[in-house]
């Protein structure tokens, strides 16, 4: 790649400030830790490069609050012999999801419905400035896994099974969030995990995925080299094996491939607990640049990769590789310059411009399976019974990473609930049956069901915890086979964060709608029920007939045509 005169004064910067550097303040920046494992103090002692907030105790309880909280950790920084300053990471998946109010937008995997670019750009812009407005600079995300089996935990953190797609989304989303990385309202982005998180054998997260190389260029390189391409900050390394080998200590994929023949001049981060769980310096040398030595990991990888450098398991170049390429990244998000964050934004967290774009993304990511006799788009004076514990409780219809890691399954600040959103458009009688056990009579049943909130190993399907199935739980089901054997016309609102073995289900219901986790502007739903909006959605997944699809490593898929799913990918009805 040329270099021009900009790249090459910041070249400049970078080596003339890290040949000031003394060794433990290189590694110092390689490391990344949770803002309440440290004292203020350890801040700079430790010559710390990174904090992150994940799960826990929260900075505070306002946006100012975390401001402040950072700012604090910032001067302790801005304190040291180099002034270095932090990078403050978080979680920000679909909105600024750690904070309390934030605006929360569809998962990716309803994003992946829209397939509209433009919308997820502004998507991630606007999810960059409500991060910024509470004190953060960098976001793990987007999630650019291309999800091979439905019983994976995550597929909902992905687009879609489509690579095209993917690359598509991936390039709208860098570009939103990271915009000019230097403007204090955009935020340095990650894509993640690197590489083959989403193609494990059987779905298990950080299992091993047994891809040929030709078939990791084919289906999982392309959005990556679309980030690259897009100057994306930083790449996650993947929990899972390929090869055999950790994807943490995976030399020929990290640096030979990504960083070298890809052209990556950003930050390889490590997951969590990435040092410890996956070799120690094995994974320094392998290419990760700055470790999430976070839960009791700090102090022993610091000790270690200092030993290690002096007795020469890990070579100086390394550290001063990985030194550079977050001093890079400091320099490019202007933070030497302009380390805090602008209080002004504070007041734009969950404004209603930032829900409208999150309503739209609402309603263009439905995807219409089935719309019997055009039942859909309801009259607004039909009689209406609402079904179901999801149909009003913003915490179930926005799945995991929702305030907290694992999500809420209760109402949470600022959002909307599906049964609202009714109530708001209807002009006749709403009826409200939680649990499926009253006995109304009605025009027509809108049933909303799905799948809790889970997160990550959690969400998995027949994996150690396999609290999770492909088909909709009995009380669901019996939520719908009450209101269709009452021959009442019935609608099924499926919130989700994948497709699901639903054959059954779609069949008893007249009209059968994939919402995915439409987070926190439930009232979309009702604008497209009631036809002020059409359905544009269009699966960015293959839809499921059975649960004997799943028998092998994949479910039904794009590459795999040996299974016939019931609607193929880029399904959907419209009005
Ligand atoms: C988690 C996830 C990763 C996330 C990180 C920090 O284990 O795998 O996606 O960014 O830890 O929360």
Same mark, same amino acid.
């Given at each position: ?94 909105? /600024? ?39 953060? &600079? ?7 896994? =291309? ?97 055999? =080998? ?55 990888? /610091? ?89 009003? &409780? ?44 009253? &006995? ?29 199935? *492909? ?9 719908? &086979? ?23 289900? =779609? ?50 898929? *794009? ?13 959907? *009805?419209?009005?």
């Amino acid at each position: 790649m040329s270099k021009t005169k900009t790249d090459m004064i910041l070249e400049q910067k970078v080596n003339a400030l890290l040949a000031k550097m003394t060794l433990e303040e290189k590694i110092g920046q390689m490391t990344q830790v949770r803002h309440f494992e440290i004292t203020k103090e350890e801040v700079s002692s430790k010559f710390l490069g990174s904090i992150i907030h994940t799960e826990g105790p929260t900075p505070g309880e306002t946006a100012t609050d975390w401001q402040l909280k950072f700012i604090e950790l910032q001067k302790q920084a801005l304190s040291t012999r180099l002034a270095i300053p932090l990078l403050f990471g978080v979680d920000a998946v679909h909105g /600024q999801n750690t904070f309390n109010g934030a605006t929360i937008f569809p998962h990716n995997i309803g994003l992946g419905a829209t397939k509209n670019p433009e919308l997820v750009e502004k998507i991630a812009s606007i999810t960059a400035l409500e991060s910024q407005a509470t004190g953060f &600079n960098w976001v793990f995300s987007p999630c650019v896994a =291309i999800p091979f089996n439905e019983k994976w935990g995550r597929v909902y953190e992905a687009f879609s099974e489509s690579t095209e797609l993917t690359t598509a989304l991936t390039k709208a989303s860098v570009k939103g969030h990271q915009g000019v990385l230097s403007d204090p309202h955009t935020v340095m982005a990650t894509a993640k995990h690197f590489i083959g998180d989403g193609a494990t054998d059987n779905g298990t997260e950080g299992g091993h995925t047994t891809l040929s190389a030709e078939d990791v260029s084919k289906y999982l390189l392309p959005p990556y080299q679309a980030a690259v391409d897009l100057g994306v900050g930083a790449v996650m390394a993947s929990f899972n094996t390929l090869d055999g =080998i950790s994807m943490h200590a995976h030399k020929a994929l990290i640096t030979d491939t990504l960083k070298i023949s890809m052209g990556f001049d950003g930050i390889v981060v490590s997951d969590w607990k990435g040092y410890s769980r996956f070799g120690e310096t094995d994974i320094i040398n392998a290419g990760i640049d700055m470790v999430m030595a976070v839960d009791g990991d700090l102090d022993t990888y /610091q000790k270690g990769l200092k030993e290690a450098v002096g007795n020469g398991i890990v070579d100086q170049q390394r550290i001063d590789d990985a030194t550079k390429r977050i001093l890079r990244q400091k320099f490019r998000l202007g933070l030497f310059d302009n380390p805090f964050p602008d209080s002004a934004l504070i007041e734009k967290i969950g404004c209603a411009d930032h829900r409208n774009m999150a309503r739209q993304a609402v309603r263009e990511s439905l995807v219409l399976l089935k719309n019997k006799d055009n039942l859909l788009p309801l009259k607004k004076d039909s009689k209406i019974v609402v079904v179901g514990e999801f149909a009003e &409780n913003t915490g179930l219809q926005s799945g995991g990473w929702t305030v907290h890691w694992q999500g809420m399954t209760e109402d949470y600040r600022g959002a909307i609930s599906i049964l609202n959103g009714i109530q708001q458009l209807a002009t006749n009688e709403i009826l409200y049956d939680i649990d499926g056990t009253k &006995n109304y009579d009605a025009d027509v049943a809108i049933v909303v069901v799905g799948e809790t909130p889970y997160a990550e190993f959690f969400g998995d399907i027949g994996g150690e915890i396999n609290a999770y199935q *492909l088909t909709l739980r009995q009380e669901h089901q019996n939520y719908i &086979n009450k209101y269709a054997e009452k021959g009442i016309p019935t609608v099924t609102i499926l919130i989700s964060g994948r497709p699901m073995v639903t054959t059954t289900q =779609i069949e008893q219901s007249d009209a059968f709608v994939a919402a995915w986790l439409p987070g926190s502007e439930g009232d979309g739903i009702a604008q497209v029920l009631f036809g002020d909006y059409d359905f544009k959605g269009r699966l960015p997944h293959s839809w499921p007939k059975s649960v004997q699809d799943y028998q092998g490593k994949y479910g039904p898929n *794009l590459w795999d045509n040996s299974l016939e799913p019931l609607f193929p990918f880029g399904y959907g *009805l419209s009005y």
